[in-house]
C-alpha cells in the first residue's frame, strides 16, 4: 500500500449464476487483485444425460491465480458451496465463511479426501482484509442459517452483493436481516449492488419462516397417526420447528436420509439446531412406539429417487415403510423439472393409504428468497450508483433490472450480466467489457470434464432410437465378404419380432459391400458410409426411427 | 329385445385415464353388450425415451369386437381422440360425436390414409341407442367447444359419465353447460357417476373463460407494438376471444403453428370460430404494417420445440421474427413436465427483447377443468349410488374420493379405479372384479407396440454412460486372438483424451481371451460374459460410470 495507488475501475465478473439458478460465483476485480464470491454446482438439465453435475469453468482464474486475494462464501446451499472439493484446490487462495457453512464445505472436502485448504470462519458483521478489498459480512434470512451477504469496500467504491436473501422480521432464531448495514451503506454511497433474483418474478413479500411453524402446529395438534416432514435438510430452522412442534405434542423424531444425518449432526454441534438426544428415536424403535408419539423427518421433497421418503413411498427403506392413515407434510416446492418426480411420489404415498398435505393444501413451506418488495426494498437502502441483477434466470434478471428501472435507476445504470462477460464499474464510468473464458465444466462419475459436447450428443442419440450395429468381415486382399455381415441392436426394435427388418438390412449391406469390392473400392471409410447411408435410408423408411449406426470393418 | 332380458349389473372398465393425465378410455358393459367411451393417447413420460406416444391396450376390446356397439366420444382434445386411428380400424364399431370432435378425429384418420370408419354427428341433446344401451348426450363446458357428457342408460340403471368439465356459466358462446340435465338424472336415479378429476385438488371455483377476454382487452388496449399471443389450438374459445378482441383495437391477426391453421380452419368452417377473411394477414404482409396493428397468433404456449412460437423466439421460424417491444402473452398453464420448456421460451424472449405476460403475471389463463366446488356440485345434481373418480393421477382421485365421501357417499360406494380393473355396480351388489388384458402401447415412428421394456431400459442404459463395444475375431480351431480387440466407444468419455483406459481395457480382454483359449473355454456366451465382467469392472473403478458393455466374437 506504500506505493501511490493507481486509479483503477471495478471488474465484475460472474463466472456462474446467471441464465440458470445454481452453480453461483463471482469475481470482482481491482487493478491486479481479485476476490471470488461463492463456488457452487448446478444440477444438470435432463437433457444433459447421464451427467451428475455441472459445475463453473474457471480457466480464467487459473490464468491469474497469484491474483486471488480470497474465497468468500455467502452459505452453504449446493448451488454455493457445491463445486469446492472441484475448484477450492485450483484456486488456492484462502476460503471465508460462516462456522455453519464452512462445516459443510469441510464435509464435501473430507469425502473428496481433500486437505490443506485454509477455512477461515467469520461471522456477520466481522471485516476482512484481503488485498486492497476490505470486506464487510453482513447478516441476511434465507432457507439456511448463517447466510451473508458481502460489502466489498474497493478504492473505486463499494460493491454489495446480497448472496441468496429474504427480509424476513420474525425468523426462527430471531436473528434478523441487518437493514441497517445496507442501509448505512446505502447512505455512505453504493458503487454496485448486484442482487439476488431467483424470486424476482413473484410480487409482494416472502413469508416469514414462523409462518410454516403455525402449520406445522395446527397439524400436529390434530394429527393422530404418524406425522411424516419431508423437507430439504439444509433448512435447519424448518428442521428445528419440525423438532419444536414435536416436543410440544409429545412426539419424538426419527431422522433419515443421508443428508439430513449428516446436517442435522453439524447443525446440532454448532448449536444452530436445538435437538436434545432424549427427542430422538432409531427407525427400529418405532414399531414399538405408539403412532401418535412419532415424527419422520425426512429427505425427499424433491421426489428425490434415493430418498427417505422416495424409498418409503415405494416401499424400497430398508428400515421404515408407510402405514395407512400416515399424514406426510411435503414441506418443499418443487424445483422447475422436479414436477414430476414429486408427483410421482404423491402418487404413490396415496397409494399406501397416506394422507399427503403440500404446498396446494396448506402454507408448509415458504421460499428462501425475497420477491419484488423486498428486492426494491434492499434496493431502496443501498441506492447503488450501478444495478446488476445476477441469481436467475434471464425471465428473474430481466424482471428485476425492470424494478430496478421503476425505481429510477437510468437502464444506462443497469447491467443484465452473461457469463464470463466482464461488467467495468467507476465512479465516472461504466461498460460492459470483454469476455474471459468461462462456460461449464460437466462432473460425471469421477470425469471432471472429459464430457463435453460429442458425448451428449451421442447419449442423446442413442436414447432416442437406439443402436444399430453392423460387423463385416472383408478379405484384405479382395474386399470380398468373409463372414457376416452380423447385426446387433439395442433400443432400437424389438428384434426377435423383426426378422423380415433384419433379413432386409443384412441384403442391403452384402450388396454395398459387393458393389464396393466389385468397384476396386477399399477405403474404409468409404465402405463405413455406404452401409450407414443405404441403411439410414431403409430403416427410417421402415420404422421412422433413426438409430445410431455403427459398421464395424474387420478385415482379414 | 324380444327374448326376456336377464339381470345383470354394470361393469365399467377404465382402459386408460386412470392414475395418469391421458389415454383416456372407458368401456361400460351390459351383458353381451359393450360401448366404448373416448380413445385417447398419452405423451410419454420423460423416462420413456425417443417414445412418440401411448394408447390404451385393447386386447380385451379385440377380443370381444363383435359387443361392441358403439365408441362414444366427449370432445376433441388429444388425451381423447388421440389414439383413433390407431384403435378405431380395431374396434370397428359406429363412432359418435359432435360435428367438431368427429372433424378433428376425421383429419387424423385422413393424415394416417385410414377410410371406412363409421362417423355419426350428435350433438347436446341427441339421444342414441346402441344395444342395450341408451345414451343422453350432454352439453359441459371445457376448454374445446362442443363438448359432451353422457348417460348411458343401461337395464340396471343409469351411467354418468362426465367427460372433461367445468361449469362456466358464461361460456364465450353462450351455450352453459346443461346443469338441469345433470338434475333431472339425478332425481330420476343415478346408478354411478363418473367423474374428471383433474383439478380435484383445487378449492373453489374454475374461473369462467370470459376473465380471460378482459385481460386480453387490457393489454390489448395499451399496447404499442405487435402483440403475439401463444395458446393452445383447440382452445377455440380462447381464438375468438383474441379474435375479438384485435378486431375492437383495429388489428389484424396473423396465424401461425401447424394445428393453429388446422384447427383454425375447421372451426371456421363448422362455424364455431367468427374469423372474417379481411381481418386474416399472411406473414408475409406484416413487415409493411404497422406494429400496433399486428397480433400473432400461435402455437407453443407448452414450449414445444416445433412449435410457432418456439421458432420465433429461437430465430428459427422461416417468415416471423421477434421484434424489440413485442408483448407476448403466453394463454396456457404448463402441463406437468413442460415447466423447463416454457420457462426456456420465456427466458428467449425477453433475450429478444420482448415483454412477456403469462399466467404468474396476469389472468391469461383459466383451466378447462372443475375445481373443488364444481365438483360437489356435480355430485350434489346427479346424487348417485356409486361414485368412481376418472381422468387424473392417484393423487387427484384420492382427493376427489374424499370429496364425495364428505358429501355423504358411504366409502363402499366409492371406487377408485385402477386400469383393467372391472368395477361391477348393480342396484344391489358392487364389487372390484377380475382384471382384464390392459396397459400401455407405445407408438414410436412407424411402430405400434413394438418397443417395449427391454427396448426402452436400453435406450435409458445407453443414455446415461454410452456404449462400449468390443470385436475379437478368434480362431475358430484355437480360440485365440486373430485381430482386434477392436473397441469402438460413444457416449462414454471422449476417445482422443482416453488412450490410458482404452490401452488398459485391450489389455484386459486380450488376457480374458488368452485365458479361455489356454482353459479350452469356446463356448461365446462364456467368453462374452467373462470379457463383459472384467471390463465392467474396470470402467467402473476407473470412471464411476457403466457403460453398456457389447462383446462382439467373430470366429474365421
Redo the contacts between chains.
Sequence with gaps: MAKKQQQHNVRIIPLGGI?EVGKNMTVIEYGDEMIVIDCGLCFP??DM??VDYVIPDITYLKKNKEKIKAVLITHGHEDHIGATPYLLPEIGAPVYGTDLTLALIETKLAEHKIDGVPLNVIKAGDSITAGVFHVEAIRVTHSIDAALAFAVHTPEGTIVHTGDFKVDYTPVDGRVIDLAKFAELGSKGVLALLSDSTNA??PGYTMSESTVGDTFESYFKKATGRIIVATFASNIHRLQQVVTASKRYGRKVCLTGRSMLKIAKVAKELGYLDLDEDMLVEPEELEKMKKNKIVILTTGSQGETMSGLVRMAAGEHKKLSMIPGDLVIISSTPI??N??YV?DV???L??KGAD?INE??ADVHVSGHACEEELKLMISLTKPQYFIPMHG???H??RHAALAENQGLKRSHIFIPEIGRVIEVGRRFSRMAETVPSGSVII????VG???N???R??????????F?V?V?ISSETGEL???P?I?S?????MR??TDLLENARKIIMDVVGECSANKVTEWTTIKGRIKKALRGYLYE????NP?I?P?I???
Design positions: 441464465g438439465r435432463e444425460l447421464g418474478e413473484n422447475p423439472g414436477e414430476r408427483s404423491i402418487n404413490m396415496y397409494r399427503v396446494g393444501v434466470e434471464y425471465r434478471l430481466y460425471d462419475g469421477l470425469g472429459d464430457v463435453g460429442v458425448v451428449l451421442d447419449r442423446k442419440l442413442l436414447s432416442q432410437d437406439g443402436l450395429i460387423v468381415t468373409i463372414s457376416g452380423e446387433i439395442r433400443g432400437f426394435v424389438y419380432e423383426s421402415s420404422t421412422k426411427r445410431m455403427l464395424i474387420i478385415d482379414i
